[in-house]
């Protein structure tokens, strides 16, 4: 135990994002696949109450890969699944999984890699979510490590 | 063999098998843990092991039970004593060994919504966490097959009535005490009161409330002191992890250790509020003795690092403030607030004391 930490330490691990839960296909998704994935902008005002640029890629293109139902299979019993979503500090907030599909709105939630052209900075990064279009950022949650898609079950 | 008597041998063995039936057959007491509604249901319990009147009655024996230690002095009580909400007033516990445990005893009580135990979080239920101690060279130092072993006879009939069989192993040792933990609940605080419109708090003690929650908005000039945000809700805890500034580097590393990420560098787990004031001294290394020592950290002198909160971050009173900057008032006011949290009755509960003194 104590030389695995030891281990830990001298060799801090690569950030990852795990999809897991309804999924065909469950995945680690480290900076560089990220990377290689299609990225778009969005607009969104922090806490600061300032607008910001946010790069990275759309959340549903990150189910899809895991093949989660999402479009046109986003219906029936699937409308009762949703998306958790995990980060580094605990902290977990939950979406339906309509809220995120093209299907459904317009609007375009992202796993950002940058902002303003930048990395995230520290204590938000590697990736952060990005909601555009809420009143307050609560559910842009800084650092996520993992989505977990479920259903709801009562 | 006549055709009568092989009937009356056919009933005479079911009778037999229906007598044992009661023991060998599971048929402890269902449990149910009584809390406020406003603590919410998110509560986990694991489906191998539901609490149970009888586990809970073991759970609390092994709890205060010394022969569950290599030199048969320590008890899970000694490090986790009742009249200090589960904590024993040192910065650091000893062992059977004699040697001091890198961290500080955690206090406990409504452990029912912690998913993650220990200060960096690594077990995930409270029967993993209870293997820790229990087993460790440096706390009560003994395997659990050894621990089993020493209970036999004494203890066989409680494990009976509680897990339906004679045998007792490590396993149904860690599910009884992780039983009874789970009945630690503290809800009877002069804040549960106020929260149940049962008290009147005090000028200072709303004023500390308030100060708790808000946020500091020094151009709108509103005050603060931002805790909420991490500490905050009616159970005054959340499963968070946060880097709360104590040092721009680190001694021990924290949660990094067990995720081997370097963003939890520094980060420990974001402590129950509920009976603070009883459970000095705090942090992850007993570094502060007092609550004022605690709040002055938060006010003055928190470190920047790459994995300082973002929480505790740009968190002023004053415009282009550094600092915090609550003044004298405002500081004994969030105290008044953090002794409200004290449950006199959780800490004499006959329910969780000693069952060898009674």
Known sequence: MLSRQATAQENPAKPFLKVSGEVTTPLTLYADDITKMQHSTVIMKDRDGKEHSYTGVAIQDILERAGVTTGKQLRGENLTKYLMVKCADGYEVLFSLAELDSSFTDRKVILADKTEGAPLPNGKGPFRLVVPGEKKPARSSFQVTEFVVKFAKE | ?358
């Open chain 2, 1 to 358: 063999m006549s055709r009568m008597l092989q009937i009356i041998c056919f009933i005479a063995v079911m009778v037999c098998l229906l007598s044992a039936g009661g023991k060998v057959y599971h048929t402890a007491t269902p449990l149910k843990i009584i809390y406020p509604d406003y603590f919410g249901n998110r509560i986990m319990i694991p489906a191998d092991n539901p609490t149970t009147s009888e586990g809970v009655y073991l759970g609390r024996m092994l709890f205060y039970e010394k022969a569950l230690s290599a030199n048969n002095k320590i008890s899970c009580a000694t490090c986790h004593q009742q009249s200090l909400a589960f904590t024993d007033g040192k910065a650091f516990s000893a062992g059977v060994d004699g040697t001091l445990q890198p961290r500080n005893t955690m206090s406990l009580a409504n452990l029912l919504w912690v998913r993650h135990f220990f200060w960096d979080g690594r077990a995930t239920s409270l029967e993993m966490q209870a293997a820790t101690p229990l087993t460790n060279t440096h706390e009560m130092g003994q395997s659990l097959e050894v621990s089993a072993n020493k209970l036999q006879k004494r203890y066989t009939p409680l494990f009976r009535n509680a897990f339906g069989s004679d045998s007792i192993t490590g396993d149904k040792i860690v599910k009884a005490l992780a039983q009874f933990e789970r009945t630690l609940v503290s809800a009877n605080s002069n804040y549960d009161k106020y929260l149940r419109g049962e008290y009147q708090p005090t000028a200072s003690e709303l004023h500390g409330i308030a100060l708790f929650y808000s946020s500091p908005e020094p151009t709108r000039h509103s005050r603060g002191a931002g805790c909420g945000h991490c500490h905050g809700g009616p159970k005054t805890f959340s499963d968070l992890f946060h880097n709360n500034g104590l040092d721009i580097i680190p001694k021990d590393a924290g949660r990094e250790k067990i995720t081997g990420q370097a963003y939890d560098s520094g980060r420990f787990r974001v402590v129950l509020l509920r009976n603070i004031a009883l459970t000095a001294p705090y942090m992850h290394d007993g570094r502060f003795t007092t609550l004022e020592e605690v709040v002055a950290h938060y006010n003055e002198h928190v470190a920047q690092s790459n994995t300082l909160s973002p929480f505790l971050q740009g968190n002023s009173n004053s415009v282009n403030g550094t600092s915090l900057d609550l003044n004298s008032q405002e500081k004994r006011d969030l105290i008044a607030f953090l002794h409200m949290l004290t449950d006199s009755s959780f800490i004499r509960d006959k329910r969780f004391s000693n069952p060898f003194l009674n």
